[in-house]
């Protein structure tokens, strides 16, 4: 991402992408073509398809311009990766300075980031002596030292969510500042990890445009399919999306009225 290739390597990346474009424009000569033999309703699928291909071809003219484009400087030095595995909020903090850094320069519009619990072992915390990996200790059976160790990661992990808010906050930009221009999800894979259920999970959402300060509880038996969660984030950021993946709509009390 801040990393600019050799000459070879981006003219080698440049001939895979035109050669992506070449057959973008063979695939929407030979639909032009089809065209004239179909029926009404081939010929509204066969409309789907070359938008799709007209969709991809601009993609891959983006991505060409992209590779030409000097990557930007960063406002720090290069990061060291902690050697010690335990040092798991060490290794978030560093991914959340990259993921800022990548926002302030606008390498990417878009992050994601996995906190990979599965696989850490007994992570270290200032003031709590953690015997476990996260994912054990997630599946607590209500033991009250688990709880406890538990509930001092999850602690420190929003103690850096905090600060990336807050770091997002401190850089100013032509409207505003980064956070108000980024919308921030932070959320789990379940609702309850020791049962490993995947509904009413919690989420917490951070800047954009949208309404904050509160806490939105909905009904627990009959909530919310996710999806209606990115279609009012898109929608807090200007995007003309009314539909994704398996939503009914948008999440209700999050958008400005």
Request: proline share 4%; net charge positive.
């Amino acid at each position: 991402m801040f990393l600019q290739g050799s000459e070879e390597e981006i003219e080698r990346q440049v001939r895979k992408l035109q050669l992506g474009e070449s057959i973008m424009d063979t695939l929407a000569q030979e639909s032009k073509a089809l065209t004239r033999r179909l029926s009404a309703a081939d010929r509204d699928r066969l409309d789907q398809y070359t938008t799709a291909v007209r969709e991809a071809e601009r993609r891959l003219v983006m991505a060409r311009a992209w590779e030409r484009k000097p990557k930007p400087a960063a406002p720090m030095g290069m990061p060291s990766d902690p050697s010690n595995r335990n040092a798991f909020m060490q290794m978030t903090r560093l991914m959340y300075q990259m993921a800022r850094l990548a926002f302030q320069t606008d390498s990417t519009r878009c992050v994601t980031l996995l906190m990979d619990g599965n696989n850490s072992p007994a992570i270290k915390v200032a003031g709590t002596k953690i015997t476990d990996g996260y994912h054990n200790l997630s599946h607590h059976g209500m033991n009250k030292d688990k709880l406890t160790q538990l509930d001092a990661i999850d602690r420190e992990q929003m103690k850096l969510l905090g600060e990336l808010i807050r770091d997002l906050k401190r850089v100013e930009e032509a409207e505003g500042n980064l956070l108000k221009n980024t919308v921030v999800m932070y959320g789990s894979n379940f609702g309850d990890a020791n049962k490993h259920t995947t509904t009413n999970m919690p989420v917490l959402v951070a800047g954009g445009r949208l309404k904050h300060g509160q806490h939105l509880a909905f009904d627990r038996t009959n909530n919310y399919p996710l999806p209606n969660l990115f279609v009012s984030m898109m929608q807090s950021m200007g995007l003309p999306v009314d539909k994704f993946a398996t939503s009914t709509g948008t999440m209700r009390g999050l958008l400005p009225a």
